[in-house]
């Protein structure tokens, strides 16, 4: 590996790096804003209404998750087969980009859930999506990869 590809790697992982730890700190706002926000935001539903909102959080909860593996493991495949390493490394940015920003989304379902009084099943959403972004966090082995599949 030249010079100038060790500093193109070297600037994409600590880029990467600084929007997971963003996106993933976010997820501790939702929730502090969530519990501190209910005592000014009441929302008037009833338990039935609540439920299906929770039933559809839920549900939209796991086809985030599966369309956040499927858009990840798409955008990569692309990312090996480039030629070029900044190309691929910019692919490979959009892969952790979209992938994190797709699973935020459950932390959004967890905070409306917490801001309309349902705690007890609005934090296993935050908690779900930490660890989405956990694991879509930016691997060494992935960015290595792409030099090394050329």
Known sequence: MDEREIQLI???WSLLNLIWFIMFFSLLAY???GILLKSYVSFSFGEETL???RTLFYLLSLGTITYSVYARRSYIRKALE???LE???EIYRIAVIVS???SEFIGVFGFLLLLMGDRFYGFPLIITAGLVMLYHRPKRGE???LRDHR
């Open 10 to 12: 070297g600037r994409t």
């Open 31 to 33: 929730t502090v804003l």
């Open 51 to 53: 439920g299906k909102m």
């Open 82 to 84: 480039e030629r070029k």
């Open 87 to 89: 190309r691929a490394l």
């Open 100 to 102: 994190l920003g797709i």
């Open 143 to 145: 960015v290595l990869s």
